[in-house]
């Protein structure tokens, strides 16, 4: 596997992360509005499965790729739904979002030590 | 379509504004649970509630909280036995004002929990920023 596109597999990781980020502040924001659904994005693997990454015209060498669409939401299964049809769960949501944290953390950091990577072969 | 982590920020900053309105909501009901009328025979405070719901964000295209309305209790009030007071009735009856001061303190604290996850969720998306920031720095 060529280091672009690691970098590249990293940036689309980064991308969906911060999409769902967005899906599980809007469930946190929402925990007292009666009728609200909670959400999440579809699963990353289900993404790149869907954005088919073996075709190597797919590459990140290629042009940039509108991966945005690949990022579908679909309802959480309801743990329990309160009187007022709200199905919003304030301690899963928490425990989502600090995953969300630490996978975006791993990313960040295997981008920046593959950047390592290639400003040591530059140098020499 | 704006930044995400910008616009899951805004989410949260619109949760932060709906729960410190309720907080609001809260003490003005605390704060009149003795507030009776002024003639004899008059309606004393009727408690407040208020009710959230989502709303679609059109430039950012999230969906985040709004205040859909304050409405007013419709339950009873307390009569209590009062002659001397200025909103007694002919008979020396007073009407209460029909809040209950534990149902406010339980509304309370769930307005802190929702207000502190909010919270959390704006730490949790500025660590991220930061994080991709920092991707800046690596290169010496």
Redesign the interface.
Known sequence: MEISSVIGLAQIKAEWLSARQIQLAQNVANVNSPGYKSTDLVSFNEVLNNLNLTNPMNDASGARMNFQDAFKTVATPAEDTSMSQNSVSIETELLKMSETASQYSLTTNIIKSFHRMISASLKG | ?S???I???S??S??LS??SL?MRVISENLANSQSTGASPGADPYRRKTI????TLDRV?G????STQKIAHDPSNFAIEYQPGSPAANAAGYVKMPNVNSIIEMADMK?AN??YE??L??VR??R??VS??I??LR??N
Do not use: I, Y
């Open positions: 379509m930044d995400p982590l616009a899951s920020m989410v949260s619109s949760g709906a729960q309720r009710t959230f719901g989502s950012s999230a969906t985040t909280v769930e929990r929702a996850s909010n959390q969720a949790q998306a660590e991220m994080m991709t920092d991707l690596s290169g």
